[in-house]
């Protein structure tokens, strides 16, 4: 996803994460790496990456053709709930070879670090990618402490 | 659309050279609708977070491949926390039938989803044949 800004495949922050994951499945069996309570079956629509640095948590939500006018953010403390619908047109006088582009309505419930700021929410789509990013609280952020 | 057609001979001939295994492992295959009218095939692909600039279709007498690279805004210092889309590339090819034709296919991409109108060639658009009775 962002191989232009982090420059290359290698360095892909959330490729590195997978790679990591699924040797952690691989060595250890899948029971020795518990799966998050609200974690979700693969391949469910749609797809979300979070990532977080000091300051922010940004939540990427993939999703194509979306209206945006369908989009309901709404957070509880650290709880982010996104839903929405997709609606895509059929033509009733085509033939279908292949229907597997999700077509209704969803909604997904992710689970962020304690820290995020409920009151500091901003959100965006673009190209099919919704972004919701959402500022931690100063409190959290590492500090430098001086020696005097 | 002829500035088009040798983007996708140069390509072609540098795939050749340098087969990339690694990054046709890690690239993923976006959802497709397919269907089929009088006038031709569609192809829609869920490819968020692909622009029209990250957009490449090469399609020729037998074949159509479709890939895009995704971008998104990601700050310097980002670390992953969670993540369920693994790959920063897509791909999808398809083999393409004569009756097709290449040259004509339309394409169009909002908000993350391509649109590909692949028309038939005249000659193979259905005709209506007409039953007399008597």
């Known amino acids: ?14 490729d590195e994460f997978r790679r990591l994951e699924t040797e952690m499945d691989q060595i250890l069996g899948r029971w020795a790496w518990p799966a998050g309570i609200r974690a979700v079956r693969r391949g469910t629509f749609p797809p979300i990456n979070v990532g977080a640095t000091p300051d922010r948590v940004d939540v990427y ?45 969803f909604r997904r419930v992710i ?3 304690d ?34 | 659309m002829s500035a088009a057609k040798q983007e996708v001979a140069k390509r072609e001939s540098t795939d050749v050279q340098a087969p990339k295994a690694r990054e046709e492992s890690l ?22 977070g692909v622009s029209k600039d990250g957009l490449r279709i090469q399609a020729d ?15 310097a210092a980002m670390e992953a926390i969670h993540a369920e889309v693994q790959a920063t590339r897509y791909r999808r090819s398809f083999a393409l039938s004569g009756e097709l034709d290449a040259e ?3 394409a169009t991409l909002k908000n993350g989803v391509l649109t590909l ?8 658009r259905p005709r209506k044949v007409e039953v007399r009775v008597g």
């Open chain 2, 61 to 75: 007498r037998n074949s159509l491949v479709i890939e895009g690279n995704a971008v998104i805004d990601v700050p």
């Open chain 2, 27 to 48: 690239a993923l295959a976006p959802a497709v609708d397919i269907y089929e009218n009088a006038q031709g095939i569609t192809v829609q692909a869920d490819m968020p």
């Open chain 1, 61 to 105: 939500v993939f999703a194509g053709g979306l209206d945006p006018k369908t989009l309901d953010i709404s957070m509880q403390q650290n709880l982010l709930a996104v839903s929405g619908s997709r609606k895509v047109e059929v033509d009733e006088a085509a033939d279908y070879y292949r229907r597997e582009r999700f077509d209704g309505d």
């Open chain 1, 1 to 14: 996803m962002f191989t232009n800004l982090l420059g290359g495949l290698d360095t892909n922050v959330f």
């Open chain 2, 117 to 124: 109108r692949i028309p038939k060639r005249a000659e193979f």
């Open chain 1, 111 to 113: 689970t962020l670090p």
């Open chain 1, 115 to 148: 820290d995020v700021d409920p009151e500091r929410v901003d959100a965006k789509y673009r190209d099919g990618v919704l972004q919701i990013t959402v500022q931690r609280r100063e409190a959290a952020r590492p500090r430098q402490i001086t020696v005097n």
């Open chain 2, 104 to 106: 004509r296919i339309e």
